[in-house]
């Protein structure tokens, strides 16, 4: 752990993404105004001392809407990470622990569902089940599953090989046991990782389709709808579009950087 | 090797119909009259009746089905219901749009990704690296709609007007004209990429060059250059290029988004246009193009792979 | 006897006008017309089929227009003009309409014109078989009958006043009563025009028809008619000029479209509009009380310029546009007050405010920014909306017609009648698009007579009184008319921005 506080990318992208989720969840006392509140005098206002992000076109201030954006923004990307980790964990765990017909087959299944291009199968989902934020999650999520359940299983093929899981078998211990207190202990590190990468894969893909007007419904807006809202007039307004740009970056750039590092001290912590 | 070639086909193949039938039954599911649709609100119900009896959707879903796919195979989509016109020859023309477009994008990707590799691994631990090495890291964080967004501000409108942010119509008006419009979308879909593409290479690089043959190369007193185009590149380009062919139908993915931002007439925006006015032949008809074209891409990646090196199958997986 | 010496005037003034646009127009062509060349227009919608009777969209109507004649049709003020038919006069009650046609009009095949050739294209429209969408349209004709070959007679079963409008209808082209071509790809009309080329979503080719009987007409040699699906790629078109016309600019493209080298920009207020529907039967909005409460909340100023960009006229609740002649400016769109709105609220029961879901579209320009301008504005009053946007199919399918409290989308009628009528009247007494439930018997009988009313003064007291009252007390709140916006090229000459579905290419002409 003391290597990875001295590594400057680290600590930067930790601290970024803290004030993200900071600011995500304080957003109703920080915000200056209700997020679709409409100042019709003030309509595509630069960013001025009232309003500090500027103004959109109805005249709503454009930081209060990134920061109860930023709030969808969160809670889709944690909502379809943990969609990915209810499906992917115990899928990924258990292909492992038993191999042979039961890895065949799970795996198999994820295969199927990956020869889909990511954006076509969430789209489609999103087609049928109609455009909302759970619906959103969900797409998402089910989605990059396959992917979670792939490095799952390979961290915790790595472990399943070791003594202590011979060991428990023999002592007669049973699956599910040695399952979730001997093999996921020793896999947490790629998990980890694996969760950081997803997360940032998750908003990049949910604010996608958000752009594309297939997930959160107007007046609410996540930082791909934001943009998407000022798509006929960001050249004459640019502030509408670039701070929910900047936000949307910096939250998935911090997290990318996260998992290299975290990936990267891992791999040493191996090599020691 | 034959054995596995015919497997691999039958595979894509077999996921082909999958995907077919899956997208036949998600529009099916669809909410919506379409008789209703097409009609507007002007229409009675007789004329509602008239045509649902005209469009074959009183049959049972089985049986269109199997006519749908039936037509599939030979090319004819159904016709579109906005457009009142066949699906195919529509399909065809802004599949070659955006076949263009995705085939200037991964040239970029793999002239910018596999540069961007070799520069950052050779000058592994510098001031170089670093910098271009974090900037690779927050490209891939970077999505297509902010790719494109930002180089519309910058190229087309916003600071300069040097580019146009839309208005692709093909080959045409000539060469230059038709690349002046290309530019910002294939750039706007080969950034998060190349990035992509830059890190695997240079972990590639730096694993070849840390190997024993590279070490038993130098102790020989071959020249730096030598060592790097005859030992470390041959070794190094296996995973880039498997990775860069395997990303070949993932393009397809991100094609959508680019071709909203910069209303390039492509296969994406095709669909987009047929998801918004329900036009379900051309739902269907583009997410059996996209999902065939990023099926055969991956097998192509396999293909490639195999080419140069059968050990590395694992990476197809 | 007012009435009929008000025939005679209108017949005189019809006269007058007609013999003025012929003179006026070769007139005109002395001082600089220059003629030929190839007009080039951009759409954005293709035309499916082109037999009259069938056809369903504006740029259907505007092909069609340039391959055939009407016996009648609508200027821009809304006022019946001559087209095939050189007059017409009603008996005294508005029931049998006789039309005298102009003589030696020629099909593009060479054959006259005439009275029989009228009679087929009307009882085309009037066969179930056909299909036509413009049977209802047309009016309660009972008959129909050729007189002599150049004279027309129409007997309706009831009176209508428009009924020389109707006529006009892009259904009701006149098209020859026995021919061997294909009509929905081939043509063969008198209109100024030779079908040249026609390909479903690409383009359409018209060439000059040599023999038009509107002598100096039409004056270029060709039209050809491109189909841009991608709004994007016709704008570029028009900048470069690889067209001369782009028919229809939406409000949000105008500014990529203003001072524009070479460019002229132009607009006309329509018929067309987006209303706030409160269905009339069914809670809370059966209560005027509440209706008027949310008419009471809007800033329509405030709503026209950020829809619209200000392209729009202000509505006042009732759907007769500002531009018709039957419109009647004492009637005023309600003014924001919240503290009078509250009051209403209360009033009717909801002294806490009221809860309520609007459903929107964002499948046609206007709808859900409208939506979200209501939200906001009703909110202040004690309206909490939460919007729900569907995609089209789903707003026609499970909105229109069946919530309670939606948006919907209207384009311009071509008559006065059909702008009001079929709007307010109760359903089953001619409210055909009546999706409000809205029935007040002092409407229905103001409408209904004023249809049947041949005294224009008569008539315009009768729409007057029915305007107030569906101002005041109606289901709808019709906050704004959308204007028609063109834009063409500076070499263009002889075209203008039409409030209606019409691109009169006979008289547009290309300085060189």
């Known amino acids: 752990m003391k290597a990875l506080a001295k590594d400057p990318l680290f600590v930067v992208a930790l601290a970024v993404l803290t004030l993200h989720v900071v600011l995500a969840l304080l957003a109703t006392h920080v915000a200056p105004y209700p997020f679709d509140q409409m100042h019709y005098d003030a309509a595509m206002k630069p960013p001025s001392t009232t309003y500090w992000f500027g103004t959109d076109r109805y005249g709503r201030d454009v930081f209060s809407r990134v920061l109860y954006g930023g709030q969808i923004t969160l809670a889709f990307g944690f909502g379809a990470v943990a969609v990915c980790f209810l499906v992917g964990l115990p899928a990924g765990l258990i292909a492992a622990y038993f191999g042979g017909i039961v890895d065949q087959v799970i795996m198999r299944i994820m295969d199927v569902l990956m020869s889909f291009p990511t954006l076509l199968l969430g789209l489609l989902i999103l087609i049928i089940a109609g455009p909302n934020l759970v619906n959103l999650i969900l797409a998402v999520g089910l989605v990059y599953c396959p992917r979670t359940t792939r490095v799952v299983r390979s961290a915790a093929l790595a472990v399943r090989q070791s003594t202590f899981i011979e060991a428990a078998q023999v002592r007669g211990e049973r699956a599910p046991y040695i399952i979730v207190r001997e093999l996921l202990p020793c896999a947490w590190g790629p998990i980890i990782v694996e969760f950081c990468i997803r997360l940032g894969y998750a908003i990049l893909l949910g604010a996608s389709f958000n752009y594309l007007g297939l997930g959160v419904q107007p007046p609410a807006a996540d930082w791909g709808a934001l943009v998407q809202e000022a798509r006929s007039y960001m050249v004459r307004a640019p502030w509408t579009v670039i701070f929910p740009i900047i936000f949307i970056s910096t939250l998935v750039a911090s997290l990318h950087l996260l998992g290299d590092a975290l990936d990267e001290w891992l791999k040493e912590g191996d090599v020691a | 090797m034959l054995k596995f070639l015919a497997a691999r086909i039958v595979y894509t193949l077999a996921v082909l119909v999958a995907v077919s039938a899956l997208v036949f039954v998600v529009t099916e599911l669809l909410p919506g009259n379409v008789a209703t649709m097409i009609l507007g609100t002007d229409a009675t119900a007789e004329d509602i009746a008239r045509l649902t009896r005209l469009m074959g959707l009183d049959q049972p879903p089985a049986q269109r089905f199997i006519h749908w796919l039936g037509g599939v195979i030979q090319g004819d989509f159904g016709e579109s219901l906005r457009m009142q016109r066949p699906v195919g020859p529509i399909l065809a023309g802004r599949l070659a749009n955006s076949l263009v477009l995705a085939g200037i994008a991964f040239a970029m990707v793999a002239v910018g990704g596999l540069a961007l590799g070799l520069v950052t691994a050779l000058n592994e631990g510098t001031r170089l690296d670093r910098v271009l090495s974090t900037l690779a890291a927050i490209g891939t964080s970077l999505p297509e709609f902010v790719t494109g967004t930002v180089l519309i501000l910058i190229f087309a409108g916003g600071l300069f007007s040097v580019l146009p942010p839309s208005g692709y119509d093909g080959f045409r008006d000539g060469t230059v004209d038709a690349l002046r419009h290309l530019a910002l979308p294939a750039c706007a879909l080969a950034v998060i990429l190349t990035a992509y593409v830059g890190r695997v290479t240079r972990t590639s690089v730096i694993d070849a060059l840390r190997s024993d043959y590279v070490r038993t190369a130098r102790l020989k007193g071959l020249s730096e250059r030598t060592v790097v185009l005859r030992h470390v590149l041959p070794n190094a380009l296996v995973p880039a290029v498997t990775v860069l062919f395997m990303n070949l139908g993932w393009m397809f993915g991100g094609i959508v988004v680019v071709e909203e931002i910069f209303v390039f007439p492509g296969i994406g925006r095709l669909m987009l246009f047929g998801i918004a006015e329900r036009d379900w032949p051309v739902i269907q008809a583009c997410a059996v193009v996209i999902a065939a074209v990023y099926v055969f891409g991956n097998l192509l990646g396999d293909l490639a792979v195999l080419a140069i090196n059968p050990r590395l199958r694992e990476w197809t997986a | ?512």
């Open chain 3, 1 to 512: 006897m007012n009435a009929l010496s008000h025939r005679i005037g209108n017949a005189i003034i019809i006269l007058v006008a007609a013999v003025l646009s012929l003179v006026a127009t070769p007139w005109a062509a002395a001082q600089g017309v220059q003629t030929g060349g190839t007009l080039k227009i951009s759409f954005p919608g293709s035309p499916r089929l082109l037999d009259p009777p069938i056809t369903g969209s504006a740029e259907e109507w505007i092909i069609t227009s340039w391959l055939y004649n009407n016996l009648t049709r609508v200027d821009e003020k809304f006022n019946v003009q001559p087209d095939l038919a050189e007059s017409w006069e009603p008996n005294a009650n508005g029931t049998v309409w006789t039309f005298k046609l102009v003589k030696g009009v020629k099909f593009h095949s060479g054959r006259e014109a005439t009275a029989d050739d009228v009679v087929h294209s009307i009882n085309r429209i009037l066969d179930p078989n056909t299909k036509s969408r413009g049977k209802g349209g047309l009016g309660p004709i009972a008959k129909v009958e050729a007189v002599d070959p150049y004279t027309v007679r129409f007997t309706l079963s009831q009176p209508v006043a428009d009924f020389p409008a109707n006529l006009a209808l892009p259904y009701a082209r006149i098209t020859p009563r026995e021919t061997k071509l294909n009509l929905n790809t081939q043509a063969d009309g008198t209109g100024p025009f030779l079908l040249k080329e026609f390909v479903v979503g690409e383009k359409v080719v018209v060439e000059r028809n040599p023999n038009y009987f509107r002598k100096g007409f039409p004056r270029v040699d060709q039209v050809q008619a491109t189909i841009y699906p991608d709004s994007t790629a016709e704008i570029n078109a028009l900048k470069e000029g690889k067209t001369d016309i782009m028919w229809q600019v939406r409000p949000d493209q105008v500014p990529l479209l203003t001072n524009v080298g070479g460019i002229k920009l132009e607009e006309v207020p329509t018929g067309s509009f987006v209303p706030i529907v409160m269905r009339a039967d069914q809670p809370p909005f059966d209560n005027p009380l509440v209706r008027k409460a949310l008419k009471l909340t809007l800033d329509r100023k405030v709503i026209v310029e950020n829809i619209l960009g200000g392209h729009g006229v202000i509505g006042n609740d009732q759907s007769l546009p500002p531009n018709n002649p039957f419109y009647d400016t004492a009637v005023k769109a309600s003014v924001r007050d919240i503290a009078k709105a509250k009051q209403l609220l209360a009033q009717a029961g909801y002294p806490n405010g009221l809860k309520l879901t609007l459903y929107t579209s964002d499948a046609r320009v206007g709808m859900l920014p409208l939506a979200l301008l209501t939200q906001q504005m009703a909110k202040e009053a004690g309206f909490d909306i939460n919007i729900q946007t569907v995609p089209w199919d789903v707003f026609l399918n499970t909105v229109w017609e069946k919530r309670p409290f939606y948006i919907n989308n209207w384009f311009a009628r071509p008559t006065t009648d059909t702008s009001i009528t079929p709007f307010f009247t109760t359903r089953d007494k001619g409210g055909s698009l009546n999706d409000y439930y809205y029935s007040n018997a002092e409407v229905d009988r103001l409408l209904l007579a004023a249809q049947a009313e041949l005294n224009p003064q008569t008539r315009k007291q009768l729409f007057g009184k029915a305007q107030q009252i569906i101002a005041d007390d109606g289901p709808a709140v019709i906050p704004f008319f959308k204007n028609n916006i063109t834009a063409y090229r500076n070499n263009v000459e002889g075209y203008s921005a039409d409030p209606g579905v019409n691109l009169l290419a006979d008289k547009v002409w290309l300085k060189r």
